[in-house]
């Protein structure tokens, strides 16, 4: 298996893992989104730890990997913070259009910080791929608003995030020690906010949260594992299996049922992602 698929797969399963926590965070019910952002980090901190805890390995920051772990985290807080503020003021389908911009601000980043070149194709694969997402989104409502952009800043700063994400994997890098460092400056930044704000949760929902945790950190590895193994322009478009999920998610647990345009949606993402696949396989053997 060589590093391209190793790549996909990784992107795959964390695509899984977060459209679960996804799942999990909606059935925890109303607790301020700080809360629910420090109990998803938290939670990761502790199940990477205790997975390097089981199996050491040699954590090392060498000279210069501090400034891309901060800048990776500082994004990353961003990100989170303004996807959950989006959620909790826009239209669901509208907050998550525009966290799905990550894919294209991933390239963007990727571009001027590795400089990694983007084909035609696999430029042309995304946006099609980011069409066939806006069948299943359909986003509504006026996109102009605080939210909204906020919402879009949210997208650029995953995007940001996941092209640091690369830059510390060609660096060498430990990925345990980039979500760790990730987990515990998200927490840093989310404790202020909840002095005098805490909500208490019935057991229910702790257990709904620990579930987020436990799929915000596999999400979290996953992907990082991803972008060690491949550039983003090659896997970026993968992301969107997420959607998929989550609807396959939605329907099981919550009876949600997609309807003629997400069933478009759906096959859009699949043939793109196969021919994505086939493309790259084919320039790897040339």
Known sequence: M???TKGILCIVTAAFCFAFMSLCVR??????????????????FFIVGAGLVRKPEKLEIHKGDLKFLFLRSICGTVGIVCNFYAIDHLVLSDANM???????????????????????????AVVVAFMGALFIIKP??????????????????AGAAYSFVRVL?????NGKLIVMFFSAFTCVFAL????????????????????????GAGGQIFV??????????EISVFDYSQIMFSALMGFLVLGQKPDMLSLCGYMIICTTAVCMYFYNKNRSIL
């Open 140 to 157: 509504t409502g006026n996109m102009t608003d605080p939210a909204a952009l906020i919402g879009m800043l949210g997208g650029a700063g």
């Open 2 to 4: 060589n590093s391209k």
């Open 27 to 44: 059935l925890a019910g109303d607790l301020p989104s700080m809360q629910k952002i420090l109990f998803r980090n938290l939670l990761a």
């Open 98 to 124: 525009l966290n799905k911009l990550s894919s294209f601000f991933t390239i963007i980043f990727s571009y001027f910080l590795l400089k990694e070149r983007l084909t035609l194709f696999q430029g042309i």
């Open 224 to 233: 990082t594992k991803a972008y060690f193994y491949a550039p983003a322009k």
């Open 192 to 215: 202020p906010f909840l002095i005098g704000h805490f909500a208490p949760m019935k057991w229910w929902q702790v257990a709904a949260m620990i579930a987020a945790g436990f799929g």
């Open 169 to 173: 994997g060609k660096r060498g890098v």
